[in-house]
């Protein structure tokens, strides 16, 4: 099983970096003061850089950190007893990966980069210490583990679906609602994962991705080449969705 490197510390001074970070507003407390806002610098360790394929973090290792995404993209996965990897999610800028690890002493999952990606890290313990202190990061964090239980219920409503069609156009919209916080555009943007990853994260065969891809470019729902995907008809991928339409799963 792969490591996790030690930590490398940048030259630029950590101070400038959520103050001028542009996803501020996604990972922090909106309402965070001057005063909070350093002393939540003051533990996060800013600028480690991952190669794709690089572990960020192990499956059953010791629990110690939560990571947020400055640019690039994570998988998550987990292994089963028989070796066999499912893919969990799919994490962007903003986003924080290991939530679904604070309950317990472990890390429930393996992350990985899926690109070269730049991460920020928040090491627990200081982090909770932090959070006693400063009641607006304590509800932040409250706040987004509820997301993280909202995303699992949805991803289980996503993999229930019947059809593969359902499954690729809620995956679709996810991503188009995520790139949207980001500011950046909601219906032309570069998919961070392979066919292969969102057939395993889909349950479904590589085969069966590519021909639906091809069947809603034939329809003009989208227009996709590679990776590169552009949305065509959003109401119409809602449509097929069905209820999942609104909903952002990880």
Same mark, same amino acid.
């Given at each position: 099983m792969a490591q996790t490197l030690p930590f490398r510390q940048v030259s630029s001074p950590l101070k400038a970096s959520c103050h001028t970070c542009s996803l501020s507003n996604l990972c922090l407390p909106l309402a965070i003061n001057e005063t909070d806002l350093e002393s939540l610098e003051d533990i996060v360790q800013q600028g480690r850089i991952y190669s794709r394929g690089e572990h960020i973090?192990? =499956?059953?290792?010791?629990?110690?950190?939560?990571?947020?995404?400055?640019?690039?993209?994570?998988?998550?996965?987990?292994?089963?007893?028989?070796?066999?990897? =499912?893919?969990t999610g799919f994490f962007l800028p903003g986003e924080l990966v290991g939530l679904d690890s604070m309950s317990g002493d472990h890390y429930a999952c393996t992350a990985k980069a899926l690109e070269r990606t730049s991460i920020c890290e928040f090491p627990v313990q200081k982090l909770e210490e932090l959070t006693t202190r400063l009641p607006g990061l304590q509800h932040h964090m409250y706040h987004l583990m509820s997301q993280e239980i909202q995303h699992s219920h949805q991803l289980n409503m996503l993999l229930s679906k019947n059809t593969a069609e359902e499954r690729i156009a809620a995956l679709l919209l996810s991503l188009s609602s995520r790139f949207q916080r980001r500011r950046l555009s909601g219906t032309r943007f570069s998919l961070p994962m392979a066919r292969n990853d969102i057939a395993n994260f889909l349950g479904l065969a590589v085969e069966t991705v590519s021909r639906v891809f091809t069947r809603f470019q034939n329809q003009g729902l989208i227009k996709a080449r590679g990776r590169e995907v552009e949305l065509l008809d959003v109401p119409a991928l809602q449509g097929v969705s069905r209820e999942l339409s609104q909903q952002a799963c990880p």
């Open positions: 973090f192990d =499956q059953s290792t010791p629990f110690r950190s939560c990571f947020a995404v400055r640019s690039g993209s994570v998988k998550t996965s987990i292994v089963s007893e028989h070796g066999e990897e =499912q893919i």
